[in-house]
């Protein structure tokens, strides 16, 4: 065991930039049950200080490399069951490190259906194929004279079946495939067209109808977009290989005969070129692009999930706004708006429905109501939903809190992605199971204006709305990757124990919903936590959990200062020697920074816990509880601008970053359609990546470019100097030129003569197939 781990360590360094002795203890960790957020806050001595992204990483890989092992073990068993287990086979396979090369070099012994080949050797003719291939100057149909019999009754025949098992055996090379697929990934165009009769049902994908790219330059979104297309039967889409190459033999049947050392002079060499030609078209040509299109969809789920956790963290450790009395607004026409108030920790104080719009119309009796409840609840926040009605419901509050006095509260138009999810949950039920669902919905848009993460934790990642083709990738990869930026999210911020829903326990290190559910049963039945240490009175909390999950959790004005911290109880020691050395009080230390940097940490180092923990516990003494969210900030919508039709080019505007994607940032500019700031609009230099600028929760000034009412499209930028048409950057003309047959480049230039507007079309064409 040991030296497996060792050898995965190995093959894991490079990847995460550590050295193998770091990944083998974190190895270790992970599999005596250890969170990542655990060992990347607690183990830092152990792990060499591996942070949270190396350790994410490693994992990933972990599981990737045991999948590949526990498959490599099984082709091996199936190989050697079969008897041909060689010394140089085994290492060959033990050498291998991808899914796709172990599954090359097993195709010519796995088990498979009785194939032509398979029949052709039934039938006598392995030895006429081998005959062949060892004398390339004589006459395969001479050759093959000598093995006719009742089932092999005539010349075509016998070489019908020598081809089947030679071709097989080019199908079955594997250093020849690798070779093959590595070609077709420099080389292969990815053709997209539309299916005929489907033009216009299929019009959302039109930007696709005749579209032709590099296979190798395909970005996440565009594959994504093609792909559901095809699989809605609107596009075909098929690898194009060498198509541009007009010689009588072609690259890939000329490397299928250089493996082989097919020439042309003799007989034998002419009847196997035509073999390696046959091979390409009837075996390989399919099986390799099937490889190409399979990859090709991996990789872009892949970053259509990376760009999907990235966006999931940026919302979940957004700016709370904090502790205080909050009216949440559920906007709606016809059905009413809905009003709940929340006191400073989230309890419900008071609900109601209001019809300020048609058919009722009763704006002044909604103001007053509103202004009520505000001033008996002394409210210092409204949190409006963006959904429907939005900026009707805000320009209502406005109005009404014109006329109110001094403090006013701030009102802030707040994302309603997932509410209705939560409402309708078991979750929402229980919580509220005396409330109406619509009602439900206008408790979560206040809460996660208060605390943001407290509340999106409630809800399954997946409904939060921040993805990119999100129903189009591995489900459970995506749910994987979700779970994980939750759980380091929640830990990054740390949870109070005493106030903490069972949703939000549960995603504190080593918790999860059974303990969650007894850490509030425990706390209802007994009262609030005294301290951390209490923890191990909850049934069937053990010292292992309490290891993963103290440290994360905090106690408030508890008896303990540094249960408000994230000093883990087991360093508890270290800290009271820092505090001793100072001469003081803990409580008085805990955040005098000028006390604590006169320190020297190294003196205070020991056996168990290295200066990594240390200055860790020191920089916590400095900042107890310490909140790692940005300032509380929030965009202002301007007044009149409530729709897609008030928008005109050069308009100024302030908006709030929804989501960030591959190819730009969409913006909310309060007219019920996100705006995009493509890549190229970001700023006033080349940007490659979009989170290089922004992240979802930003607030950011936009210029309007591109207003198109029809397909309900805006196009912003956030240049600063308007120096003619900012299009986006056009690929190399290697990257962009389509194969013969016709076809046209995607990435085009905008019109020069239509200036920055006609440029952003061209973006937008190739950017907004959003969801």
Known sequence: MAADVKRIAAIIATEVNARAEQVAAAIGLLDEGATVPFIARYRKEVTGGLDDTQLRLLAERLIYVRELDA????????????????????????????????????LPYKPKRRTRAEIARERGLAPLAEAILADRAAVPAELAAAYLTDEVPDVKTALDGARDIIAEGFAENAELLGRLRNHMKERAFLRAKVVDGKQEAGAKFSDYFEHVERWANVPSHRALAMLRGRN????????????????????VERMIADAYGIGRAGAGDQWLAEVAGWTWRVKLSLSLSLDLMRELREKSEEEAIRVFARNLKDLLLAAPAGSRATMGLDPGIRTGVKVAIIDQTGKLLDTTTVYPFPPRNDVRGTQAELARLILKHKVELVAIGNGTGS?????????????????????????????SVYSASEMAANEFPNLDVSLRGAVSIARRLQDPLAELVKIEPKSIGVGQYQHDVDQYRLGRSLEAVVEDAVNAVGVDLNT??????????????????AIIAHRDATGPFASRKDLLKVSRLGQRTFEQCAGFLRI????????????????????????????????????????????????????????????????ELEKPGRDPRPEFKTATFADGIDDIKDLKPGMVLEGTVTNVAAFGAFVDIGVHQDGLVHLSQLADRFVKDAHEVVKAGDVVKVRV????????????????????????????????????GGGKSFSKPASSDKGEQGAFGAALAEAMKRK
Do not use: W
């Open 71 to 106: 498959r490599r073990d099984t082709i091996i068993e199936s190989i050697r069951s079969q008897g041909k287990l060689t010394e140089e086979l085994e290492t060959a396979i033990a050498a291998i490190t991808t899914k796709a090369e172990l599954e090359d070099i097993y």
């Open 232 to 251: 809605e039967d609107f596009l075909s889409l098929d690898i194009e290989v060498d198509a541009d190459d007009t010689s009588p033999v072609k690259p």
């Open 391 to 419: 900026r009707e419901t805000e320009r209502l509050v406005a109005d009404m809190l014109t006329d109110m006095p001094s403090p006013k509260p701030l009102k802030v138009i707040v994302s309603e992605a997932g509410a």
């Open 500 to 517: 903490a829903s069972a949703a939000l326990l549960a995603r504190v290190s080593g918790v999860g919903s059974s303990l969650a559910e």
């Open 556 to 619: 408030p004005n508890g008896a303990e200062p540094l249960d408000a911290s994230a000093v883990h109880p087991e360093a508890y020691g270290v800290a009271k020697k820092i505090v001793a050395a100072c001469g003081r009080d803990l409580r008085t230390l805990m955040g005098d920074s000028a006390a604590l940097k006169a320190l020297d940490p190294r003196v205070f180092v020991d056996e168990r816990f290295g200066l990594p923990t240390v200055r860790d516990i020191i920089a």
């Open 705 to 740: 470019v591109d207003v198109d009412i029809k397909r309900k499209r805006i196009g912003l930028t956030m240049r600063k100097h308007d120096d003619g048409a900012a299009r986006p950057a056009a690929p190399s003309r290697d990257d962009r030129s389509p194969p013969r």
